[in-house]
């Protein structure tokens, strides 16, 4: 069973950054492709990057581009997401989530979840 589990939230104000972390256990992470979500009060879940299995393709929405970056680190088995230049509009819980096909996180759906982070950016 594939497990993920994020760390790395917290309260950072706007203009700072944060890196999110991903332990992903159960399986060799190159199995998998790999992705970041998002959700916020009142919003709908929004997937903010994702990265194919073997690591070649990323993709992140023409929004996000050039403030967050997706990495992966298959020694340790860890994902990760580098957020800069944050806004208040950023604040979130972030969810870190793989599958099987880099298509499915690509529209939006993963087969599994872990069970998210709050990042609050706030001054």
């Known amino acids: 069973q594939l497990q993920l589990v994020e760390s790395g939230g917290g309260l950072v104000q706007p203009g700072g950054s944060l890196r999110l972390s991903c332990a992903v256990s159960g399986f060799p992470l190159d199995y998998f492709a790999i992705a970041w979500f998002r959700q916020a009060p009142g919003k709908e879940r929004e997937m903010i990057s994702c990265m194919s299995n073997t690591g070649s393709f990323t993709y992140y929405p023409d929004s996000l581009k050039g403030r967050f970056t997706i990495s992966r680190d298959t020694a340790k088995n860890m994902v990760y997401l580098q957020m800069n230049s944050l806004k208040p509009e950023d604040t979130a819980v972030y969810y870190c989530?793989?599958?099987?096909?880099?298509?499915?996180?690509?529209?939006?759906?993963?087969?599994?979840w872990g069970q998210g982070t709050q990042v609050t950016v706030s001054s």
């Open positions: 989530a793989a599958d099987r096909h880099y298509d499915n996180l690509r529209r939006g759906t993963a087969g599994y």
